[in-house]
């Protein structure tokens, strides 16, 4: 992942890098800890619709700038708006939301890449993601409980199907946080890695990523999330249909090829 340029989708608070298919989306408020407000919420959702528009789009990245990945909402901004926060909030959070179901509706791989801490809405962003790599001294902490807040970000769904209802109960209502080996070890997140080795891990697994066809990757993805809510009779049903689909597509037929022919097999998304 070098020799990025960076793309005029750029928002005031959402900086975004494009190379070769993969996306890589900054939150751009390091002084604040990349807390979100209604600025990073509105701009993270036109950013949404921009990269479910390109057609070449193979992998997003999100990651944060400055010290951490995201410290969750921007309690300054609750302050500010105690008078009015429900009316508030609800001109805040839908954009947030609608964010995070384009995010899930891409045909491209997703990848959460966690320094420092990832803490209520950022920990819900970065759990929306495919796959979540951390630098080793990360730390994950749902946090709602300390503002006497429930949750949003479809935290509760992700942390429940991730880790159990037992488990997520434990982290919404009694820790302080957990560390990154933790976080690994109950599956929270994939994997985590020294600090002077993040940026090579995080380039290799996208890497990793990309190669496969962009078909596969939508069709995967949606059985995956959608096995959370199915039976396995059902789910029976949804895999004999997506196989079918994908193996009418030219990326198929290379796939086939390319194993016949012992080579790698190059994919096109048709």
């Not at 900086?15 to 890589?24: D, F, P, Y």
């Not at 209802?165 to 982290?171: F, I, Y």
């Not at 962009?214 to 059902?234: C, D, I, K, M, Q």
Request: glycine share 8%.
């Amino acid at each position: 992942m070098t020799d990025k340029e960076c793309c005029p989708m750029s928002e005031s608070t959402i900086e975004v890098e494009e190379h070769e298919g993969v996306a890589t989306v900054w939150l751009a408020r390091p002084d604040a800890l990349n807390t979100i407000n209604k600025a990073v919420a509105k701009d993270l959702r036109a950013t949404g619709y921009r990269l479910a528009a390109k057609r070449d789009l193979r992998a997003v990245v999100i990651r944060g700038r400055g010290s951490c990945f995201s410290a969750g909402g921007d309690v300054t901004m609750f302050s500010d708006h105690m008078d009015d926060i429900a009316t508030y909030m609800l001109d805040v959070i839908p954009d947030f939301h609608e964010f995070l179901l384009t995010l899930r509706g891409l045909s491209a791989s997703t990848v959460a890449a966690v320094h420092g801490v990832a803490a209520g809405g950022g920990l819900s962003l970065a759990l929306a993601c495919d796959f979540v790599v951390a630098e080793s001294g990360a730390r994950f902490a749902t946090a709602y409980r300390k503002l006497g807040a429930t949750a949003d970000g479809g935290i509760t769904h992700s942390l429940t199907h991730l880790v159990g209802p037992r488990r997520a109960l434990d982290l919404m209502l009694r820790s302080d946080g957990i560390g990154a080996e933790e976080a690994v070890a109950i599956g929270l997140i994939n994997r985590h890695v020294p600090a002077a080795d993040f940026d090579a891990e995080l380039s290799s697994l996208v890497s990793s990523l990309v190669v496969t066809s962009p078909l596969v990757v939508r069709e995967v993805r949606n059985l995956v999330h959608g096995a959370v809510s199915s039976t396995f009779a059902a789910q029976l049903r949804a895999e004999t249909s997506s196989f079918v689909r994908s193996a009418e597509t030219m990326d198929f037929r290379e796939g086939v090829a390319a194993f016949m022919d012992k080579r790698t097999p190059v994919f096109v998304g048709r």
